[in-house]
């Protein structure tokens, strides 16, 4: 076949200066960047999917007290066992491209450099990058365009040491509807990733102090630009001049700050993009559910056609904006002097949640309460949040966000290292981790059990039906969280149905759970397996409640899966796995779609209560009981959140307590947690141990 040729040639664009309305002032227009999509709250996107799955997430989306969804990168742990990961960011910047194809491309590396700043990686040569392009390439103009933009990353990134090693690229961005033809702007999507060798020491943008000092590290050599920003963009307009980046500096302030990263100098850090500054100052101060007082530098550059005071405050040079203690600016200071990077203080941090936001010669600029301008940020994503989830449950959590604080959590006891496991220690208990077909939970519930001293067996149900493996060696059995089948017959349903209508499975299963040393644990998934089996809240006698007056677990009341970090206050209970932990407020993870807790029967209900069968509830920050969204992720009847029986030896939960037993998996923590020697959650795992040295022969 001959090959094709595509011949494309650049077309003019005439660019026109932003012009703003008469009478705009500062506060009006960051009324209307904060509510643009690009630049507002994505809690729309961020609690309705898994975010803490594997057990292996060091980073995800949401930070500080509050869970804002405003993290800067993404980091996994490569096993349960260590602290080495990798790190990834994400940069894009595609309207700027409509105007510069070449600075777009220059701006999305820059844009995820400096999102991915914030952990410490090894160097930055060991970047790599994977670069996915979308692009009506055909058309007119747009192969020109993409090409330019192609040669500018190549020799950017040249200048930088960073290297693709992948992509994707989808040229077909364009689509005619009728005699019009509709396409996507250019874009170039730039996924960076690298190794890091300590997760624990990632930096998030959330402010973290009273009375500390918040620097603009100035990536841009001083230039305000506004061609292709939010603020262009909410006036309907694109603006003529772009920002650009700087390789040679870029590279110098990317190096100088991963010093002071990867020596814990920094508090907090946030990159200036989609925006501008002021945007970047308020993201942190929404995160840390506090408030600033700042001073906003001037353009150093005359530019046409804009007002300097919304170049100062919308501008999305790059840059990056870092809190650091006052002890330690002088040290920020130093390396950034040293790096000939330019450093400029801006103000400070407070635990008021306030912002006064100064500029030369024109005073106050934004003087107003952080939590009604984070209301007005969050007001987009809760619209879109009432078209996919229950309006109600949305009007609860937007209501409530400005009186919200950072959870009084309260531990009744230290948590403890695992004991060592060998002769030192003794031999560690067996336990069968139980897996179904659609389980995801299985890897780090068996990581769990073994910090907590025990050996645990990966055990699938397959291997159960057909009588590879007994349950007579195992002291415990759990099963774990995720989708059996799919859910596609309701949750844990199918799975039940397995052991249900296999005589010799369900014979063997009964013998287990009648032994007085063995246990059982179900999480998530397992949670509503064990409730659909009726051995929660089983009697003290082995009773079995009839199947009409079972507790289950159904829909959540917000009618979607709900992926959240709540927290929950351990009762005092039967339960042998909870022992010596009655009295703590703690956060844990939940994900599930069917979590609500479901008493067919109200006297099923006030008799699991009054024996303290439910011994965990969600609790809002004020560490009460409560039934009110988000606190309660699925609307459960008193807060519930697990079951058990009376005698204690089984426990079904909705929570993941093996996804959160090591302090690292945590996405926020009391200050004065700070010297946690494990996660809290793994004495849940350590009272299995002792459960079992304590009935064992």
């Given at each position: 076949?001959?090959?094709?040729?595509?011949?494309?040639?650049?077309?003019?664009?005439?660019?026109?200066?932003?012009?703003?309305?008469?009478?705009?002032?500062?506060?009006?227009?960051?009324?209307?960047?904060?509510?643009?999509?690009?630049?507002?709250?994505?809690?729309?996107?961020?609690?309705?999917?898994?975010?803490?799955?594997?057990?292996?997430?060091?980073?995800?989306?949401?930070?500080?007290?509050?869970?804002?969804?405003?993290?800067?990168?993404?980091?996994?742990?490569?096993?349960?066992?260590?602290?080495?990961?990798?790190?990834?960011?994400?940069?894009?910047?595609?309207?700027?491209?409509?105007?510069?194809?070449?600075?777009?491309?220059?701006?999305?590396?820059?844009?995820?450099?400096?999102?991915?700043?914030?952990?410490?990686?090894?160097?930055?040569?060991?970047?790599?990058?994977?670069?996915?392009?979308?692009?009506?390439?055909?058309?007119?103009?747009?192969?020109?365009?993409?090409?330019?933009?192609?040669?500018?990353?190549?020799?950017?990134?040249?200048?930088?040491?960073?290297?693709?090693?992948?992509?994707?690229?989808?040229?077909?961005?364009?689509?005619?509807?009728?005699?019009?033809?509709?396409?996507?702007?250019?874009?170039?999507?730039?996924?960076?990733?690298?190794?890091?060798?300590?997760?624990?020491?990632?930096?998030?943008?959330?402010?973290?102090?009273?009375?500390?000092?918040?620097?603009?590290?100035?990536?841009?050599?001083?230039?305000?630009?506004?061609?292709?920003?939010?603020?262009?963009?909410?006036?309907?307009?694109?603006?003529?001049?772009?920002?650009?980046?700087?390789?040679?500096?870029?590279?110098?302030?990317?190096?100088?700050?991963?010093?002071?990263?990867?020596?814990?100098?920094?508090?907090?850090?946030?990159?200036?993009?989609?925006?501008?500054?002021?945007?970047?100052?308020?993201?942190?101060?929404?995160?840390?559910?506090?408030?600033?007082?700042?001073?906003?530098?001037?353009?150093?550059?005359?530019?046409?056609?804009?007002?300097?005071?919304?170049?100062?405050?919308?501008?999305?040079?790059?840059?990056?904006?870092?809190?650091?203690?006052?002890?330690?600016?002088?040290?920020?200071?130093?390396?950034?002097?040293?790096?000939?990077?330019?450093?400029?203080?801006?103000?400070?941090?407070?635990?008021?949640?306030?912002?006064?936001?100064?500029?030369?010669?024109?005073?106050?600029?934004?003087?107003?309460?952080?939590?009604?301008?984070?209301?007005?940020?969050?007001?987009?994503?809760?619209?879109?949040?009432?078209?996919?989830?229950?309006?109600?449950?949305?009007?609860?959590?937007?209501?409530?966000?400005?009186?919200?604080?950072?959870?009084?959590?309260?531990?009744?006891?230290?948590?403890?290292?695992?004991?060592?496991?060998?002769?030192?220690?003794?031999?560690?208990?067996?336990?069968?981790?139980?897996?179904?077909?659609?389980?995801?939970?299985?890897?780090?519930?068996?990581?769990?059990?073994?910090?907590?001293?025990?050996?645990?067996?990966?055990?699938?149900?397959?291997?159960?039906?057909?009588?590879?493996?007994?349950?007579?060696?195992?002291?415990?059995?759990?099963?774990?969280?995720?989708?059996?089948?799919?859910?596609?017959?309701?949750?844990?349903?199918?799975?039940?149905?397995?052991?249900?209508?296999?005589?010799?499975?369900?014979?063997?299963?009964?013998?287990?759970?009648?032994?007085?040393?063995?246990?059982?644990?179900?999480?998530?998934?397992?949670?509503?397996?064990?409730a659909l089996l009726g051995w929660v809240p089983r009697a003290a006698d082995g009773a079995v409640l009839p199947a009409l007056e079972q507790p289950r677990f159904v829909h959540n009341q917000s009618g979607r899966f709900e992926s959240r970090f709540s927290s929950v206050t351990v009762l005092p209970s039967p339960s042998v796995?909870?022992?010596?932990?009655?009295?703590?407020?703690?956060?844990?993870?939940?994900?599930?779609?069917?979590?609500?807790?479901?008493?067919?029967?109200?006297?099923?209900?006030?008799?699991?209560?009054?024996?303290?069968?439910?011994?965990?509830?969600?609790?809002?920050?004020?560490?009460?009981?409560?039934?009110?969204?988000?606190?309660?992720?699925?609307?459960?009847?008193?807060?519930?959140?697990?079951?058990?029986?009376?005698?204690?030896?089984?426990?079904?939960?909705?929570?993941?307590?093996?996804?959160?037993?090591?302090?690292?998996?945590?996405?926020?923590?009391?200050?004065?947690?700070?010297?946690?020697?494990?996660?809290?959650?793994?004495?849940?795992?350590?009272?299995?141990?002792?459960?079992?040295?304590?009935?064992?022969?």
């Amino acid at each position: 076949m001959p090959q094709k040729t595509f011949r494309s040639r650049r077309e003019p664009f005439v660019a026109k200066s932003l012009e703003l309305p008469e009478g705009t002032e500062v506060r009006g227009a960051l009324d209307r960047v904060l509510r643009l999509p690009s630049v507002g709250s994505k809690r729309f996107l961020t609690n309705k999917v898994d975010r803490s799955v594997t057990g292996l997430i060091a980073q995800q989306q949401c930070v500080g007290p509050l869970h804002i969804p405003l993290a800067n990168c993404g980091v996994i742990a490569l096993s349960h066992a260590d602290t080495v990961g990798a790190a990834t960011a994400v940069g894009e910047q595609p309207i700027k491209g409509l105007l510069c194809p070449a600075a777009m491309a220059r701006l999305s590396v820059a844009e995820a450099l400096t999102n991915l700043v914030w952990a410490p990686i090894t160097a930055l040569g060991d970047v790599k990058v994977s670069a996915n392009w979308m692009w009506a390439a055909k058309l007119a103009g747009e192969g020109a365009a993409m090409w330019d933009a192609c040669e500018a990353m190549c020799n950017f990134m040249g200048e930088l040491g960073v290297a693709v090693d992948g992509g994707k690229d989808s040229l077909s961005m364009a689509a005619k509807v009728g005699d019009e033809t509709v396409k996507a702007p250019g874009a170039l999507v730039i996924t960076a990733y690298a190794v890091c060798p300590d997760i624990t020491k990632v930096i998030t943008p959330d402010l973290k102090s009273d009375g500390s000092k918040l620097y603009l590290i100035d990536l841009a050599n001083g230039h305000k630009r506004l061609g292709g920003t939010a603020l262009a963009h909410v006036y309907g307009q694109l603006g003529d001049t772009p920002p650009d980046a700087d390789a040679a500096l870029l590279e110098r302030g990317f190096v100088a700050t991963q010093a002071l990263v990867h020596k814990g100098l920094i508090l907090s850090g946030h990159d200036v993009s989609d925006g501008g500054l002021l945007i970047t100052l308020l993201e942190m101060a929404f995160a840390g559910d506090r408030g600033f007082d700042v001073t906003l530098p001037m353009p150093q550059y005359a530019e046409e056609g804009c007002k300097e005071a919304f170049r100062a405050a919308f501008a999305e040079e790059v840059g990056l904006v870092v809190e650091v203690s006052l002890a330690n600016s002088e040290a920020l200071e130093a390396q950034m002097k040293a790096a000939e990077v330019p450093c400029i203080l801006l103000g400070t941090s407070q635990a008021r949640k306030h912002v006064t936001v100064h500029m030369s010669g024109l005073g106050a600029v934004v003087d107003a309460p952080m939590t009604a301008l984070r209301d007005v940020w969050e007001a987009t994503s809760f619209e879109l949040e009432k078209l996919q989830c229950n309006p109600s449950c949305v009007a609860q959590e937007q209501v409530g966000l400005a009186s919200r604080h950072a959870p009084a959590w309260t531990l009744s006891f230290t948590p403890e290292p695992a004991r060592p496991l060998g002769p030192a220690g003794g031999a560690a208990p067996k336990v069968a981790v139980v897996r179904q077909e659609g389980s995801n939970g299985d890897r780090e519930m068996a990581a769990a059990l073994h910090a907590g001293g025990l050996e645990p067996w990966d055990v699938a149900m397959a291997d159960l039906v057909c009588g590879a493996v007994s349950l007579e060696r195992f002291r415990g059995i759990v099963f774990v969280g995720g989708f059996s089948y799919a859910d596609v017959l309701g949750s844990a349903k199918g799975w039940a149905g397995v052991l249900k209508f296999h005589p010799s499975t369900w014979a063997q299963l009964e013998t287990f759970g009648a032994r007085p040393d063995t246990f059982s644990l179900g999480v998530c998934n397992g949670c509503q397996l064990m409730a659909l089996l009726g051995w929660v809240p089983r009697a003290a006698d082995g009773a079995v409640l009839p199947a009409l007056e079972q507790p289950r677990f159904v829909h959540n009341q917000s009618g979607r899966f709900e992926s959240r970090f709540s927290s929950v206050t351990v009762l005092p209970s039967p339960s042998v796995l909870l022992k010596g932990m009655e009295g703590s407020s703690l956060g844990v993870w939940v994900a599930h779609g069917e979590g609500q807790a479901h008493f067919p029967h109200a006297s099923v209900l006030d008799s699991a209560i009054a024996d303290g069968l439910a011994p965990l509830r969600y609790v809002n920050d004020d560490n009460q009981p409560t039934e009110a969204y988000p606190f309660n992720p699925n609307g459960s009847t008193q807060g519930i959140a697990a079951l058990c029986s009376a005698d204690g030896r089984h426990l079904a939960m909705m929570p993941h307590p093996e996804r959160c037993f090591q302090t690292w998996q945590w996405p926020w923590m009391p200050e004065e947690w700070a010297g946690l020697r494990s996660g809290p959650w793994l004495k849940l795992f350590q009272n299995a141990r002792l459960f079992c040295e304590q009935t064992g022969q």
